[in-house]
């Protein structure tokens, strides 16, 4: 019975519940003639932390850019903490607490960290202040004058997100921010998002290591050609290991 009263429909006539974050139902995308996502569904709860795992072009990233509306166009539904947002213009989705860190980066390279912290409007309430930005990447304010220009590439991946939490964001979007960065680095940002799913964050993660991403999810979607095609939980992990090399290739 519960189950049923917390759930509802999308005006596309999909069920989602209240403890879903993000649900994708026969989401399709496109850039220009170029058909991208192919009836992608997908599914995650609040709090969870979740892999899109796959080879380069599997739609992974496309995945991440579609739910935020950086598409040429798409097709579908998309709920976003309980509402629909596929005609939802791009700058209003983050209102709605979704937070996305693209590989780009995308910081302001001739600001200093602490103006690229300060720059970014309060979407929503519930934004870190300064100082739990700084506690939680003590390297930023050790380096908070310093231009971007002058960080490595482990701090401006920090200042990326650090950024995004300030918005007030409870749904993380996060595009390989692991690449090319020292072990060292990745090992603080599996700290980092430890503590955030602590904290009731839901996040999804687009990596290509995956030995940094398999400890920390409780959830690997495999996508391949556009489309999920297979899902493994966290308990199933060991005995799917050669299942899930065979399909990354690895």
Known sequence: MTSVMN???????ISTSSDEAICLAGVNAFYGESHIL?????????GELVTLLGRNGAGRSTTLKTIMNMVGSRSGSIVINGQE????KPHHIPRLGVGYCPEER????????????????TV???????????GMFPNLYERRRSQGTRLSGGEQQMLAMARILRT????????????????VINQALAEVLVTLKSRGMTIVLVEQNFRFAA????????MEH???????????LDARRDDLNALLGV
Do not use: C, Q, W
Request: aromatic residues 4%; negative net charge; glycine residues 10%.
């Open 85 to 88: 947002t596929l005609g939802m």
């Open 38 to 46: 192919h009836g992608v569904d997908l599914r995650v709860k609040r």
């Open 215 to 222: 400890p920390l999810a409780d959830r690997h979607f495999v």
């Open 168 to 183: 007030g964001a409870d749904i993380l979007l996060l595009d390989e921010i692991t690449e090319g960065l020292a072990p």
């Open 226 to 236: 556009g489309r999920i095609i297979d899902t493994i939980e966290a308990t199933d």
């Open 124 to 134: 929503r309430s519930g934004g870190m202040s300064l100082d739990d930005i700084y």
């Open 7 to 13: 759930a509802s429909r999308s005006p596309h006539g």
């Open 106 to 121: 995308g910081i302001f390279a001739s600001l200093d960290v602490e103006e690229n912290l300060l720059l970014p409007p």
